[in-house]
């Protein structure tokens, strides 16, 4: 510090001293980032992370103490709030040309953004990519960039080359990716083994053969998915693309948390061809929606600078120093931790579904070639389900929404008696477990009690009204659509109309609900993230017609709820979540079977 002499001879040189060396230890962990350009060992703590920020947010022009700009972009932030959320850097990255090219402008947001790319890099290789080549951070989110992707691999083949085969995945933004990209869409039906769906290499190149290579632009295959389908087997479609000289993009969307995945994505590359790889950002490193990670192995990596050089004008930096902040803040130990969480949540969230399904007449299906989502089936729900509807109709019954509705009176009373006693505010999914079990996914915790233990032998028996703790447990378990209760705030997140459905009788022609109000009877409890897939629905994407949508092909057998051992999940989610869908499924039962 150039002003500690002027500054001893107003505090004590001692004390100066020490507060120079705590400065100085900071600016040595800035500089060994910079030399070794890989995660830090251990986490930074916010205010070394500000500090850098800081001090490199100072490099750009806008921010210099003298500057006079008189241009149309000019980085000027009406608003100080907004000024400070982004640290002063307001420039964005990238030029015309190039989204990595350097700013004349803005040095240190040109760094920060070459500097991301680095550790997002060695995140990849720490999360078990090996051979990586070009890492790139792109401020769009995950179908945004595979349009971008296709669009740059088609800049590279001939005109004639139009068609895109596409393993077909029941999600929506990857086929209107494609569509949007202008290449022509080939959906490719999957092939049952087991439960599992699986990729159909025969069919993939039967397909191609029938078209021509060269009017083949390439596959696009899937690691990442809902349950049943499995993971695309990317190192066969590998092995077919370098055969038939066309390209390969990998969709990626969630998969860098899964070791199993990118194991094989390593293994595709070396073996065969793989042209980009694309991965969200907030699915796999926990930060706000908006940025993807395009990467490739070391000897095809050419694909993901054309995909930089193709990016149109300047891109917001945001989604980039968001990814900066979290990297800096896990360090390489954090994010192996993160990680290894993740991995051992699979197989004890998997015992936990299976054992809940058993018990609830119903069985988890069998797909190990998805490590990350996993189903439960709900066959024996949906055949009470059709029962009713065909009871009811025969004997013209009317609905009962009190079962169905969780801002019913009724509703209310299942959720708060459940809560009001301590032994059931402990209840958790060990419920559903064998002793043995429970002493694997809760260790420390004791073997609790069934509902009969505690006196209630099903919600029949739960006893109406309100408990004395109301307050928070009411609203932990079950929002409300109409009036606040009388003691404490509404949730906000939670008691929005919107999110306590009743099921319309009228709109649907039948007094029962679908299997499918299961899932919406699931989020009025503020549980997110799962699907309940029934059969036979038919759906229209981007101009494609689907049978069978939701369950990735025409003709699955089962109907059948998902969920996912995500990064950042925890166990206490888990039993939460069997909690709340014991309840939710009860109540299903009750109004289907009465």
């Not at 169905?404 to 477990?433: E, V, W």
């Not at 309100?466 to 378990?477: F, I, T």
Request: proline residues 5%.
């Amino acid at each position: 510090m150039d002003w500690s002499a002027p500054a001893s001879s107003m505090i004590s040189s001692g004390y100066l001293q020490q507060g120079q060396q705590a400065i100085q230890r900071r600016k040595k962990q800035f500089r060994s980032l910079l030399s070794e350009r890989r995660l830090p060992t251990s986490g930074w703590d916010d205010q070394s992370i500000e500090m850098f920020l800081q001090e490199v947010a100072a490099m750009d022009s806008n921010n210099f103490l003298d500057s006079v700009g008189v241009g149309e972009r000019e980085a000027r932030v009406a608003s100080g709030l907004v000024a400070r959320r982004h640290y002063g850097l307001a420039h964005g990255i990238g030029r015309s040309g190039d989204i990595a090219a350097e700013q004349p402008k803005a040095a240190g947001s040109s760094l920060l953004q070459k500097l991301t790319n680095v550790l997002t890099k060695d995140t990849l290789r720490l999360a078990g990519f090996g051979d990586l080549g070009e890492v790139s951070v792109i401020p769009v989110a995950t179908g945004m960039a595979i349009s971008l992707t296709v669009l740059a691999l088609k800049a590279g083949r001939p005109s004639g080359a139009e068609y895109m085969l596409w393993p077909r995945v029941d999600q929506k933004t990857c086929l209107k990716s494609l569509v949007l990209a202008g290449v022509k869409v080939v959906p490719m039906p999957m092939k049952r083994i087991g439960d599992q769906l699986c990729t159909d290499i025969d069919s993939l190149g039967a397909k191609v053969s029938e078209l021509g290579a060269d009017k083949v632009l390439g596959i696009v295959t899937t690691t990442s998915c809902f349950a049943p389908r499995a993971a695309d087997d990317v190192v066969a479609v590998a092995k077919l693309c370098a055969e038939h000289g066309i390209g390969h993009i990998i969709n990626n969307a969630y998969g860098v948390q899964a070791q199993q995945l990118t194991r094989q994505i390593t293994m595709a590359w070396r073996r065969g061809r793989v042209d980009a790889v694309i991965q969200s950002t907030d699915k796999n490193f926990m930060v706000p929606v908006g940025g993807a990670v395009i990467c490739a192995g070391a000897k095809n990596d050419e694909l993901v600078a054309k995909v930089n050089q193709s990016y149109p004008g300047r891109a917001s930096m945001a989604p980039s120093l968001d990814l900066l902040i979290t990297l800096l803040h896990w360090g390489a130990t954090g994010w192996t931790k993160v990680l290894q969480e993740r991995e051992e949540l699979l197989p004890a969230m998997r015992i936990a579904l299976s054992q809940f399904a058993k018990d609830h007449g119903e069985r988890l299906l069998d797909t190990p070639g998805n490590p990350i989502s996993m189903a439960i089936t709900l066959d024996n729900h949906h055949a009470w389900s059709c029962q009713a509807k065909q009871r009811e109709t025969a004997e013209g019954l009317q609905p009962d929404p009190s079962m169905l509705n969780p801002s019913s009176s009724i509703a209310q009373g299942h959720a708060c008696s459940l809560h009001s006693d301590h032994q059931l505010a402990q209840r958790s999914s060990t419920q559903f477990l064998d002793d043995s079990l429970t002493a694997q996914i809760f260790p420390g915790q004791p073997c609790l009690p069934q509902l009969s233990e505690a006196g209630i032998d099903s919600c029949d028996s739960m006893p109406q009204g309100r408990c004395s703790r109301q307050d928070d447990a009411l609203r932990a378990m079950t929002p409300v659509s109409g009036p606040a209760l009388e003691a404490g705030p509404s949730n906000a997140s939670c008691t929005q109309q919107e999110q306590s459905p009743t099921y319309d009788a009228d709109v649907a022609g039948q007094s029962d609900p679908p299997i499918t109000f299961l899932g919406s009877m699931l989020f009025s409890r503020c549980v997110s993230g799962t699907r309940v897939i029934a059969r036979h629905k038919h759906q229209k994407v981007a101009g494609y017609s689907f049978e069978g949508y939701g369950s990735h092909c025409d003709d699955y057998e089962h109907c059948y709820l998902t969920a996912a051992a995500a990064l950042g999940a925890t166990m206490q989610e888990v039993h939460e979540f069997l909690q709340r869908l014991d309840l939710c499924m009860k109540q299903f039962c009750k109004h289907a079977q009465k």
